[in-house]
């Protein structure tokens, strides 16, 4: 999974193929650009420390930087580490899914640029980000468009191997929030992206 990332991280367009479904065209080059209207929107919602996971070459972690918060990527990729790195962001090589640094202690945890698939099974990533986050917390993540529903399984990008993977639509959304005991506070569209910020139930 790894080395195929790092080998699309400079390219304009190309296709992820899914086992479950239509392939789906990337825009790579994208995660390394200046920032979105989306973008911009997530950002002016993180007040506090942020977590960005899957963080790829840092576009947001650098975001975060340029605002004066604390923020940590994590990527499974060294290569994404090191580029998040080189643009003055801080990153942390490892799996979401494994211990992190500060868990229990960040405001916010991103989900973007289609991470909300990771390991295939968002409801766990959804569980996950709720033990990496403080009670008042909040998870920032990117859905595609209603209609997609829930498409679990396997992806695989050029050249690369298959690894787990899932496409998140808006339509389930609250469905997979409330399965982790998050509520959907807001989400916006600007474009074709399509962003929402999700905080415990209870929360205010």
């Known amino acids: 999974m790894t080395a195929a990332f790092d080998a699309v991280y400079d390219t304009e367009i190309c296709w992820l193929e899914m ?14 650009n ?23 070459p840092g ?11 604390t923020a940590l990527g994590v990527d499974v990729s060294a ?10 962001g801080h990153a942390f090589h490892g799996d979401v899914f494994d211990p992190l640094p500060g868990e229990g202690g960040w405001q916010h945890v991103l989900l973007l640029d289609g991470n909300l698939g990771i390991g295939g099974d968002p409801r766990a990533l959804l569980r996950r980000a709720t033990e990496l986050i403080t009670d008042t917390g909040s ?3 990117e859905a595609h468009p209603p209609g997609v529903g829930l498409c679990a399984g396997r992806a695989r990008l050029p050249g690369g191997t298959w690894f787990p993977w899932a496409r998140v639509g808006t339509d389930v959304l609250h469905e997979l929030a409330a399965a982790a005991r998050l509520r959907v ?7 074709r992206r399509r962003v929402a910020e999700l905080v415990l139930a209870g929360a205010a």
């Open 79 to 88: 290569a994404a580490v090191c580029r998040t790195m080189l643009r003055g």
């Open 19 to 32: 086992d479950h479904g239509p392939p789906e065209l990337l825009h790579p080059r994208r995660w390394s």
């Open 185 to 191: 506070r807001w989400h916006a569209q600007h474009g």
């Open 59 to 69: 576009r947001m972690t650098r975001g975060l930087v340029r605002r004066g918060r």
């Open 139 to 141: 998870v920032l993540v």
């Open 34 to 56: 200046e920032l979105e209207p989306a973008d911009e929107l997530v950002l002016s919602r993180c007040r506090g420390a942020t977590l960005d996971v899957g963080c790829g």
